[in-house]
């Protein structure tokens, strides 16, 4: 089977800059493929070039098994798009705004099925303009729907909000995984790459540094486990291996790779009768694989 969108060695200069520098990506039917990575990584600027909105420097993007520069509108008709920054007309209600939208495609799906999959169901008859960031964005992502397309792509869905409206756009987007819809969904955020990505790539100075799973990511990028048993007695401060190391306010904290050892520190502790109060486990996660593989953190949550 030919995968949705097949980038291969695509480059984009803007000038001395290199937004994008000689990348390469496959994406399958049916899944959510995350780019992850910070501001200026080149992330926009990969999305607008498969959307045919750039044109690239060198390198080609075939969707469908076919080469786009967004000139084929049989392509297009397939393609729904939720821009970095997204704005609608204030004053139509929720329902008059995918109508809108939906007019500009020959291809429709059914307004009112649209409204139930992204919960607007209660928000249907509101104007845009009363509508709170959130759910802003959830109208966002129905309106990317409106011509019922294969292919979707998400810009930085969830930028600036809180993160009680930033998973409530995560639910409207996990829903078109349950419909088969193939998503390409940039972001800054580790935690939404987590949450819906089956596969991640990293992009870092317009490269990608990394591509997989989350789970195959950690596992070969990361630091593995954490544990911390805190509130120790100084007198049953014991040597338990795995590099273990002591804080002044009484912490012990040690570095494993590998979940087993944690229940091997837990009967060591017994056996040598070391009393803390509290323990703390804790896996390796994407912004550790970022800062292992470029040695910069993901900053800036509310920009871009």
């Not at 009112?112 to 992502?141: H, P, T, W």
């Not at 979707?152 to 996990?174: M, N, Q, Y």
């Not at 014991?238 to 944690?262: C, F, R, Y």
């Not at 509290?278 to 509310?302: H, I, K, P, Y």
């Amino acid at each position: 089977m030919k995968p949705v969108i097949d980038i291969r060695n695509l480059t984009k200069h803007y000038g001395d800059l290199i937004a994008v520098n000689d990348i390469s990506i496959s994406i399958n039917k049916g899944e959510i493929f995350a780019f992850l990575g910070p501001n200026g990584a080149g992330k926009t600027t990969t999305v607008e070039i498969c959307e045919g909105i750039r044109k690239p420097t060198s390198g080609s993007v075939h969707i469908f098994g076919r080469e786009f520069s967004g000139r084929s509108k049989s392509i297009r008709e397939r393609i729904g798009v939720l821009p970095q920054e997204y704005r609608s007309f204030e004053r139509l209600t929720v329902k008059e705004t995918l109508k809108y939208y939906a007019s500009f495609y020959r291809r429709n799906r059914d307004i009112d099925e649209i409204i139930k999959l992204m919960d607007l169901d209660d928000k249907r008859d509101e104007l845009y303009k009363n509508l709170s960031g959130g759910l802003k964005q959830r109208v966002g992502v129905a309106m990317a729907l409106v011509n019922d397309p294969d292919l979707v792509f998400l810009d930085e869905p969830t930028t600036g909000l809180d993160p009680r409206a930033r998973r409530g756009v995560w639910k409207a987007i996990s829903a078109l995984r349950s419909e088969g819809k193939t998503i390409f969904l940039t972001t800054h955020y580790m935690e939404e790459a987590e949450y819906l990505a089956d596969r991640v790539a990293i992009i870092h100075n317009g490269r990608i540094v990394a591509e997989g799973s989350t789970h195959d990511l950690i596992l070969q990028n990361g630091d593995g486990y954490t544990v911390k048993l805190h509130g120790c007695d100084k007198k049953h401060m014991v040597s338990l291996g795995w590099k273990a190391k002591v804080a002044k306010n009484n912490t012990v904290t040690l570095h494993v790779e590998n979940p087993n050892d944690i229940t091997r520190i837990l009967s060591k502790v017994v056996k040598e009768g070391m009393i803390f109060e509290s323990m703390e486990v804790r896996r390796a996660n994407l912004e550790e694989v970022f800062l292992n593989l470029t040695g910069e953190t993901l900053e800036g949550e509310d920009a871009e």
